[in-house]
């Protein structure tokens, strides 16, 4: 019965590499959101997706930043050619699918150092 | 202004101590949140309330829809209630996409 797993729990990466975090959610849960957490700021939100669609990407910055929820296997949050602002504990959540406001499960969170 | 206000921004309290957190929001919402989160750990969602009260333990949860606020209080409070509490709201469009307060950060000392 394990919650939402996030992994890596720290990941250090150089500018310009590229940035893979990972989010399986609670088992029977079919709705992920994924939030930022930057130094010293609060949580914002970034994307929301049901398996194979992304449902509100309105958090999402426009470039280098994407995100999936595969029909099989974890959703993933790309980085690409990450930058030093990219600094941030990155969480994720889910829900299962009986509609709105159901209670969120949060992930550990990542934490992501751009050097 | 943030959509979501939390206050205080800090707060110390020793032990046994009775605290309220409060919260104003300047949106409509569907539901409240209250989240902890531990430093260097992850969020635990402590209650999700869209009207009255909640209960879980020491800890209640209060809300007044009509003056778009809320309140989390804590009884008897110990060292292991020293976090940072979150409130956050959900609009009335997408379910579950939180706005979030910029938290409470709670010591309490012995």
């Known amino acids: 019965n394990a919650g939402v797993m996030q992994n890596p729990r720290h990941l250090v990466r150089r500018r310009g590499q590229e940035a893979r975090l990972r989010c399986s959610p609670m088992k029977g849960h079919s709705h992920v959101y994924w939030y930022r957490q930057l130094p010293e700021e609060g949580l914002k939100f970034m994307v929301y997706l049901q398996k194979e669609n992304i449902i509100d990407e309105s958090g999402m910055p426009k470039e280098r930043f994407s995100a999936e929820f595969p029909k099989e296997g974890p959703s993933i949050l790309r980085i690409q050619q990450v930058v030093r602002g990219d600094s941030a504990a990155y969480f994720c959540a889910s829900s299962p699918p009986e509609g709105r406001n159901s209670p969120l499960h949060f992930g550990n969170g990542t934490r992501l150092t751009v050097t | 202004k943030n959509e979501v206000e939390q206050s205080p921004q800090n707060l110390t309290a020793q032990e046994g101590e009775f605290i309220t957190i409060n919260c104003s929001y300047s949106?409509?919402?569907?539901?409240l949140h209250w989240l902890q989160q531990h430093p260097g750990g992850g969020i635990v969602s402590l209650f999700m309330?869209?009207?009255g009260k909640k209960k879980h333990g020491r800890l209640i949860a209060t809300i007044n829809i009509q003056e778009k606020h809320s309140s989390l209080h804590i009884t008897a409070s110990h060292p292991r209630d020293s976090a940072v509490y979150i409130c956050?709201?959900?609009?009335?469009?997408?379910?579950?996409?939180?706005?979030f307060g910029t938290g409470t950060r709670l010591q309490v000392t012995l």
């Open positions: 949106v409509g919402i569907s539901a």
């Open positions: 309330l869209s009207s």
């Open positions: 956050a709201v959900s609009g009335t469009g997408t379910a579950s996409k939180l706005t």
